[in-house]
């Protein structure tokens, strides 16, 4: 069974860096056909994708973030990190971890998602 | 840039029928998905690879594509359905891409 769990701070200011940890279990990341993704939701708004990492350490980023995001795998650690920098509060939001696999087309989808992290970016 | 494009709502009464479009460039060529996210909880995949229901998943669920238009279809929806719910597929870049999402009032 698949699962995935997001950490991090509940509360960041603005202009910090926020980092969000997902533990997973029930897959690795050196599988062929596997990556972890983050999706986030502000309030009001609908499900932003930001950034998705392959299995064979391959990165993607959403364009508007691409410069504000950082994604790294630790396959030993069953963990994936992302680093969001100059936090704003239209950054606030409850943010998802995601596990993606492929279909039959060989294009990624999510199929199973973490409960997700609430962040907050306040002074 | 690749859209999904959504309707912002719709509503029913308990019992009929629910049909939510999302129409796209990347269609029919990508397959589209389904997700439902009730307040306060993680999105849920209700359709995959256009027409497939999860295990766990009821059968008034069903989903359907004819050339740029996906439809996911509730038959007799119940209260317990109202949520919001996104289309998905990849754009050409093949990076995820979602729907703008579709609130469903059942009442």
């Known amino acids: 069974q698949i699962t995935l769990k997001e950490s991090g701070p509940m509360v960041v200011k603005p202009t910090q860096t926020l980092t969000l940890t997902c533990n997973f279990s029930?897959?690795?990341?050196?599988?062929?056909?596997?990556?972890v993704g983050w999706v986030r939701q502000s309030p009001g708004k609908g499900l932003e994708w930001l950034a998705l990492?392959?299995?064979?350490?391959?990165?993607r980023y959403s364009l508007p973030l691409v410069n504000r995001l950082t994604i790294i795998k630790d396959t030993a650690k069953y963990q994936v990190v992302l680093t969001m920098t100059h936090m704003d509060p239209l950054d606030t939001g409850t943010y998802y971890c995601t596990h993606l696999t492929y279909d039959f087309k060989y294009y990624y989808y999510m199929d199973v998602w973490g409960k997700g992290t609430a962040v907050t970016v306040s002074s | 840039s690749s859209e999904l494009t959504q309707p912002p709502s719709v509503s029913v009464s308990p019992g009929q029928t629910a049909k939510i479009t999302c129409s796209g460039d990347v269609f029919p060529k990508k397959c589209v998905y389904w997700y439902q996210r009730k307040s306060g909880q993680a999105p849920v995949l209700v359709i995959y690879?256009?027409?497939k229901r999860p295990s766990g998943i009821p059968e008034r669920f069903s989903g359907s594509t004819s050339g740029v238009v996906a439809t996911l279809t509730i038959t007799g929806a119940q209260v317990e359905d109202e949520a919001d719910y996104y289309c998905?597929?990849?754009?050409?870049?093949?990076?995820?891409?979602f729907g703008d999402g579709t609130k469903l009032t059942v009442l």
């Open positions: 998905y597929s990849t754009d050409r870049s093949h990076n995820p891409l």
């Open positions: 990492i392959y299995w064979d350490d391959d990165k």
């Open positions: 690879e256009d027409t």
């Open positions: 029930g897959f690795s990341l050196t599988s062929n056909g596997v990556a």
